[in-house]
């Protein structure tokens, strides 16, 4: 197959629209919407290695699409009735097989990594200073997949040359992408109906969530093993002429699935793991965050210079003593574990995400003050409970007039009585002794340490948690 054969094809073909409609399809779905892939730290621009998980999560809907469109791709010899003329030719099958099958997977390639380089370009023009190739795996898989998913829907149109079987396929490949990619979430409770290993034929991967997690070595591996030998089976069924050579076709695929089987994490805790190098703490004095967040260092450690000494004066002995980020995992909406002698900080928290100067000043003081169990961002949101008692602290410890709110206050039913009890709560709060204030204060702080209670507000009214 030489160049000018091949740019024939895709001319000429329908080969490059498949690419299109994947790169144009994705940035349907990132670009108009302000939606999860946009905010935290584990946004599609933010890191790299989220980018390349958020890009490949979109194979749930396009690795059953792309096997649908090479089936009927792999349809148009059957249809024009020219099967019988084209084997009569002196061209040898495997060439004239290479042609369409070329043609459509350096479209999905050139697709595919065209939407990666978008991304690539806006990591890169933001904030993060921190570059691995950690990411480069996950796209390179991903590109793969598409690529052999389309050769073999052409391979399996072609051994099975009916209207039927294209939409059969798609229908097939979803519903059992859709099945695995229930076994993927690390947050799921495993069911024992898909072993994971099994799980891990999909190449979907669910949406990212922790920026430090990604894709393990052996997933690489296995998943590489999987989809060479699909492709090879696709493209020995495209290239068959006879009975017997479609028979050993699926020898390929065979061999592939036994190998990667035996590569593949057993255990689902051992499909995402923690990239160590963007986990690795870089460290101003008391005050640590890892090499994925290091640009935010000199902002975070200025500002705790002028937090840890208003913790001190309000806590005594009791006040936390460093700065760090808290790289613990942990399933969606469960509780962390806290300590009293380090101040841990989420840069995923929408309190400190995009805080800066004084406000990050405060944000400090309270999750010093009144840390909390659960975390409060956008997938979650079990933190943001906490925030009036922690206004109501803050405000205590930098000696405010009046009740300084550290996120708006809402307009709801539920957030106008909320805040209307913490104003209540600050002034009988603020009529007691100073000595019954601090008092108050450390009350709250030992109770959130221990997770106790689901708010705080009535304990610095004089009231019981509830």
């Known amino acids: 197959m030489n160049g000018r054969v091949l740019r024939t094809e895709l001319r000429r073909s329908a080969a490059p629209w498949a690419g299109i409609v994947v790169l144009a399809g994705s940035l349907a779905v990132f670009f108009p919407f302000d939606a999860l892939w946009w905010h935290g730290t584990a946004g599609w621009t933010a890191q790299w290695s989220t980018m390349a998980m958020w890009t490949r999560s979109l194979?749930?809907?396009?690795?059953?699409?792309v096997i649908g469109i090479g089936a009927v791709y792999g349809l148009r010899e059957s249809r024009s009735r020219m099967t019988e003329l084209l084997t009569t030719t002196p061209l040898p099958a495997w060439r004239r097989a290479a042609l369409p099958a070329g043609a459509i997977g350096l479209a999905l390639a050139v697709g595919f990594g065209l939407l990666v380089l978008v991304g690539g370009v806006q990591v890169a023009a933001g904030p993060t200073t921190y570059a691995s190739l950690g990411w480069l795996p996950i796209s390179l898989v991903a590109a793969l997949s598409l690529v052999a998913g389309a050769v073999f829907g052409m391979?399996?149109?072609r051994a099975l040359p009916s209207t039927l079987t294209p939409p059969a396929l798609v229908v097939i490949v979803f519903v059992g992408t859709g099945l695995f990619l229930r076994m993927n979430n690390e947050?799921?409770?495993?069911?024992?109906?898909?072993?994971?290993r099994f799980a891990q034929l999909s190449p979907a991967t669910v949406e990212p969530r922790q920026m430090l997690l990604t894709l393990s070595g052996s997933v690489h591996l296995g998943q590489t093993l999987w989809l060479l030998g699909l492709l090879a089976t696709g493209f020995a069924l495209?290239?068959?002429?006879t009975r017997r050579a479609r028979l050993l076709a699926v020898t390929p695929v065979l061999a592939g699935l036994g190998l990667?089987?035996?590569v593949l994490p057993a255990a689902a805790r051992d499909t995402y793991v923690v990239d160590k190098a963007a986990a690795a703490l870089v460290c101003d004095g008391p005050v640590c965050v890892t090499q994925a967040s290091r640009s935010h260092l000199a902002e975070l450690a200025q500002r705790s210079k002028e937090a840890m000494p208003v913790l001190h004066?309000?806590?005594?002995?009791?006040?936390?003593?460093?700065?760090?980020?808290?790289?613990?995992?942990?399933e969606l909406a469960a509780p962390r574990e806290l300590s009293a002698d380090v101040l841990l900080v989420d840069f995923n928290d929408r309190m400190l995400a995009d805080a800066k100067g004084d406000k990050l000043t405060r944000a400090l003081i309270a999750r010093g003050l009144a840390p909390s169990c659960y975390p409060d961002n956008d997938k979650e949101g079990g933190g943001s409970h906490d925030i009036p008692a922690q206004s109501i602290a803050v405000s205590w410890a930098l000696h405010d007039t009046q009740l300084q709110p550290l996120q708006e206050k809402g307009t709801s039913r539920y957030a106008l009585e909320t805040w209307a009890e913490a104003d209540l709560a600050w002034q009988k709060l603020m009529a007691l002794p100073p000595a019954e204030q601090r008092s108050r204060i450390v009350e709250l702080h030992a109770a959130a340490l221990s997770c106790e209670g689901y708010k705080q507000v009535p304990k610095l009214a004089g009231g019981a948690s509830r």
């Open 238 to 241: 495209l290239a068959a002429v």
């Open 155 to 157: 391979g399996v149109a």
């Open 260 to 262: 990667a089987l035996l």
């Open 59 to 65: 194979l749930a809907f396009w690795w059953p699409f």
């Open 313 to 330: 004066d309000a806590l005594g002995d009791k006040a936390p003593t460093s700065v760090r980020e808290d790289t613990a995992l942990h």
């Open 187 to 196: 947050a799921a409770v495993p069911t024992g109906r898909v072993s994971n």
